[in-house]
């Protein structure tokens, strides 16, 4: 999935700054979920198979229209279904296209130890290098929204792409093009930030849903797929779409200050040990017998 | 204590005492499997860690490859640092002659030596380095499972993913500070102490000098038994 001809913006496990940081030409490409018109129909679940090439899953029947519990290795778009009782009593069948969401700061790439196998692109698309994967699973501890998963056959990890390769050749995802109902959208983030604006007003002085508006987390910069909600104060309701994502705590202490705490430590430790033989030297024991060899 | 005793080797005698024997084959052994193991591991974690020690993954064949061994390594580690826990256990109990020479330990930083108590066969700096190895290599092993199988760990407690982070990474320095120490000891301060973890033997005035109870005990024994 080398994307040769698009310029990046942030390398994983990279020595040095990347290539393309602080590149601004390229507009940002966003996708737009509108949950208020999906109507589940798993078109662009097929339509991602397809483009991707890989096989339909099998489905874990839990009780209700969800397939599958989350997104697999082979399977990088899902359909979160949930049967939600809203404050005034209304059964709601809440629907929401769950993929990766391309955060402008990604919890992946800062967790990711290997040079070069999570890139983000000038465009904004983040994307895993397999070829320098290893495989450790460390993007999953840095993601705050469960996404990256592991192949245990090839030892690598995968997830949406955003379909980098046809958005490299002007053409939109492949789920978008596949979508009957107009729920979806591709475009650039300005555009697609204003259309799920003016969606969510008409939600919100139309359709009597007070609370509609859209979700592009601020605690990753902001997300290169955004949602439109009919009650964007409970996101949670959506299969889980955290309220307040960000990188986890814990991952970027590790990633910023314990990193320099650590490297200072460990190169304390060994300037102590240097310094301490300049000024007092080895313990000799003195022993007649073992002069030759000079460590008795 | 019952592995050590004078040695009666030929091609050490000499009119000027024994050599006494420190570490059997078994513990030497041991001693360098948790020591090849563990900086299998220190090379491939350190280039986990950061990208700017990437390429000591590249020098024992490349990412991929490091990914793939750390964990066998570290279990390698693990099983060794048990072992020596059964044998070494009643011998690295702290002692009251113990917390008298941690009490004069400056003596021993500056080698004066001479201003010691006597200790037996592990000096209560030795104690404390097994010990941090002991309770490291539990940490390490619990921690690594965790990010060994990290997607086994569900969403819901994903709190443990992050701890297990945490947990491995403050370890891991934990005892790459203990490793320094005891590098630098055994190879450059205390001479005498990298031959004895090789061909298992000190001279008794090694053994006079810095571990004269264990001295006396294994000469009294041995004496006892001739």
Redo the contacts between chains.
């Keep these: 999935m080398s994307q040769a001809t698009l310029e990046i913006r942030r390398i994983s496990g990279h020595a040095g700054p990347a290539p393309g940081a602080g590149v601004e030409r390229a507009q940002q490409v966003c996708k737009l979920v509108d949950t208020t018109t999906c109507i589940g129909c798993k078109a662009c679940e097929v339509a991602c198979l397809e483009w991707n090439g890989y096989t339909f899953s099998e489905t874990v029947f839990d009780n209700s229209y969800q397939t599958m519990p989350e997104t697999a290795w082979n399977y990088w778009n899902l359909i979160k279904f949930n049967e939600h009782e809203s404050p005034d009593g209304k059964l709601m069948l809440l629907m929401r296209k769950d993929q990766c969401m391309h955060c402008a700061e990604p919890g992946c790439l800062a967790a990711c130890p290997a040079d070069g196998a999570i890139v983000q692109y000038a465009n904004g698309i983040v994307d895993f290098q397999q070829d320098h994967c290893i495989g450790c699973g460390y993007c999953v501890s840095g993601c705050p929204f469960n996404i990256p998963k592991f192949n245990p056959s090839t030892k690598k990890m995968f997830k949406c792409t955003l379909c980098a390769d046809r958005v490299n050749q002007g053409l939109e995802p492949a789920c978008i093009k596949a979508c009957p109902t107009g729920c979806l959208h591709f475009g650039t983030k300005d555009d697609m930030t204003d259309l799920a604006e003016s969606r969510a007003q008409q939600l919100r002085e139309h359709f009597g849903f007070e609370k509609a508006g859209v979700y592009d987390p601020a605690g990753v910069g902001g997300t290169g797929v955004i949602y439109v909600l009919h009650d964007a104060t409970n996101p949670e309701a959506y299969g889980g779409l955290p309220k307040n994502p960000r990188i986890p705590w814990v991952v970027r202490l590790w990633k910023g200050p314990a990193k320099w705490i650590g490297n200072l430590a460990m190169l304390g430790g060994i300037i102590g040990v240097t310094l301490h033989y300049l000024r007092f030297g080895p313990k000799q024991v003195e022993d007649h017998r073992d002069q030759k060899g000079g460590q008795a | 204590m019952s592995v050590s005793h004078v040695v009666s080797s030929s091609r050490t005698t000499?009119?000027?005492?024994d050599r006494i024997l420190r570490y059997t084959l078994g513990e030497r052994v041991n001693h360098w499997i948790a020591g090849l193991s563990y900086i299998y591991c220190l090379l491939t974690g350190l280039?986990?860690?950061?990208?700017?020690m990437?390429w000591m993954?590249t020098i024992v064949g490349g990412?991929?490859a490091?990914?793939?061994w750390h964990p066998w390594f570290g279990l390698v580690f693990t099983a060794s640092v048990l072992w020596m826990y059964k044998i070494w256990r009643s011998d690295m109990r702290a002692t009251d002659a113990d917390r008298a020479w941690w009490k004069a330990a400056k003596y021993y930083?500056?080698?004066e030596?001479e201003n010691l108590p006597p200790i037996g066969r592990f000096n209560y700096g030795q104690k404390l380095f097994f010990w941090l190895m002991f309770y490291g290599v539990i940490l390490l092993l619990l921690s690594g499972v965790a990010?060994w199988f990290?997607?086994s760990i569900p969403?819901s407690l994903?709190w443990l993913?992050?701890?297990?982070?945490?947990v491995h990474?403050a370890v891991a320095?934990a005892t790459?500070?203990g490793f320094?120490?005891h590098v630098?000891m055994a190879t450059?301060?205390?001479?005498?102490g990298?031959?004895s973890i090789i061909r298992g033997e000190v001279?008794s005035?090694?053994a006079k000098?810095?571990h004269r109870l264990w001295y006396e005990q294994v000469t009294k024994r041995t004496a006892g038994r001739k």
Excluded: C, K, Q
């Design positions: 000499s009119d000027d005492g280039a986990f860690w950061s990208p700017y990437f993954a990412g991929p490091a990914r793939f930083v500056r080698n030596d990010l990290v997607e969403w994903r993913r992050y701890l297990a982070v945490a990474v320095l790459i500070g320094i120490i630098y450059a301060m205390v001479r005498g990298f031959t001279s005035t090694w000098t810095h």
